[in-house]
């Protein structure tokens, strides 16, 4: 989609106007929202819809006749089949609720404790969130396994040569984002999922950033594990998504024990109840489960290639308006990126960039953004990060740059 037909598609007024807080100040200025990878903004129809479950039909899921529960537990289960259909997963029980992508990612790595011994091997990718990674090293300690690295490439790509030859008979489990955070890198996961596949390897998806840009098809990809958050895809926070395909549910042990989750309970043995409630022990965040299929119904009206092709509009010309500035180095320049871009100035340090243009409304995220192996990587200390949303603009873009140069004068 070329850049006039991507600006005409979305009606960007409209749309800031479905989101409250874009109309706050944030010290004496117009807040000018550039963390949107950290968390995006939640629209109204999302916050009414939090109003609606207290105010209406509060009550605990799947265990009342009373008509509260019974209400409750439909909107719950057919939030569950909204994100079935936009995952386009097989079955709605492949689709478990959780806390987060943290969570999810937890409750796979905890499951897996059953299946790998010593000698086993399991891949990660250099590019991951921290959640990626040290799940996967609590799992390692406990089982033996060896935890390898698929290297990255001075672009931010992940090195597919050095992936081709850790496939081995030895692998398996692979683990890897479907996009970067800290770089915006889209990871060929299709390519690697295969690759995986050809040796009996199980591959989980980190979809947390891919999700807010790209419709996932977790049939299409194959994908064994395809994890997200809801508070990235203008759902609440506390909320995570697992899908997983049938057959690695079925057989994962259950993460946590608790109501809920059991078929029957005694002293002497208890069974578990089956999917996707074998993972969903206790009372879940029902409300924040509701608000999640309302937040994807939001982002599906819009349509998330005019999502991307507009977000793609705001990645280059902020690309290369920061490029003019002198001494601004960008980490992260894969072809295919998202609309997320890391760079430092100089040798400024990156907190004395944000505190200066927290001070003129413009939020944006410093430090390692908890990708500690891809700062040591560049060998830097971490990175100004600057991630659009939908609902960003270029004006935005301009008051950003502006307020950047005007730090990078004071700093200098
Ligand atoms: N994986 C990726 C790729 C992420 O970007 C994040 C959060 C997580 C996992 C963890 O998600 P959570 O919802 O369980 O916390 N990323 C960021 C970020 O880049 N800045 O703040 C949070």
Redesign the pocket.
């Known amino acids: 989609m070329n850049q006039t037909a991507a600006t005409t598609v979305l009606d960007i007024e409209k749309i800031r106007n479905d989101f409250p807080i874009l109309k706050r100040k944030v010290n004496g200025q117009p807040l000018v929202y550039f963390d949107n990878?950290?968390?995006s903004q939640t629209p109204q129809v999302v916050i009414d819809a939090i109003v609606d479950y207290y105010a209406n039909y509060n009550a605990n899921i799947h265990r009342g006749v009373h008509a509260l529960s019974q209400e409750a537990t439909d909107a719950y289960e057919q939030a569950r089949k909204k994100i079935q259909t936009h995952l386009n997963a097989k079955e709605a029980y492949e689709i478990i609720f959780t806390a987060?992508?943290?969570?999810a990612i937890n409750l796979v790595a905890n499951g897996f404790r059953s299946f790998l011994k010593q000698g086993d091997e399991v891949l990660v990718s250099a590019l991951e969130?921290h959640?990626?990674i040290v799940p996967w090293q609590m799992l390692c300690e406990v089982t033996g396994a060896r935890l390898r690295v698929i290297p990255m490439t001075p672009k931010g790509t992940l090195d597919m040569d050095a992936f081709a030859k850790a496939v081995t008979d030895k692998l398996k489990l692979v683990f890897v984002?479907h996009?970067?955070?800290?770089l915006g890198t889209v990871n060929p996961i299709k390519e690697i999922i295969d690759q995986a596949h050809s040796v009996g390897a199980a591959v989980l998806i980190?979809g947390?950033?891919a999700c807010p840009h790209i419709k996932p098809d977790v049939q299409e990809l194959d994908a064994d594990f395809y994890v997200l958050?809801a508070?990235?895809i203008c759902g609440p926070t506390g909320v995570?998504i697992l899908y997983g395909k049938q057959e690695w549910l079925n057989k994962l042990p259950p993460y946590q024990g608790g109501g809920e989750m059991i078929d029957q309970v005694s002293f002497e043995k208890t069974t578990y109840a089956g999917l996707p409630h074998k993972f969903e022990a206790g009372t879940p965040n029902i409300c924040g489960g509701i608000a999640t299929g309302v937040g994807l119904d939001y982002m599906n009206t819009i349509g998330f290639d005019a999502i991307a092709a507009y977000e793609n509009d705001l990645l280059e010309y902020a690309t290369q308006k920061l490029k003019a500035i002198p001494g601004l180095i960008i980490y992260g320049t894969a072809p295919e990126k998202t609309a997320v871009i890391s760079f430092n100035v100089g040798e400024i340090h990156p907190y004395d960039i944000g505190t200066i243009l927290d001070k003129l409304g413009i939020a944006v995220?410093t430090g390692h953004?908890?990708t500690q192996p891809i700062m040591d990587y560049f060998k830097i200390p971490g990175t100004v990060r600057a991630s659009f949303a939908f609902y960003n603009t270029k004006e935005e873009i301009d008051v950003f740059v502006a307020a950047l140069q005007r730090a990078v004068m004071m700093l200098s």
Do not use: E, L, W
């Open positions: 990878a950290a968390t987060g992508t943290t969570h969130h959640s990626n984002n996009v970067s955070n800290a980190d947390a950033q958050s508070h990235k995570g995220r953004h908890c």
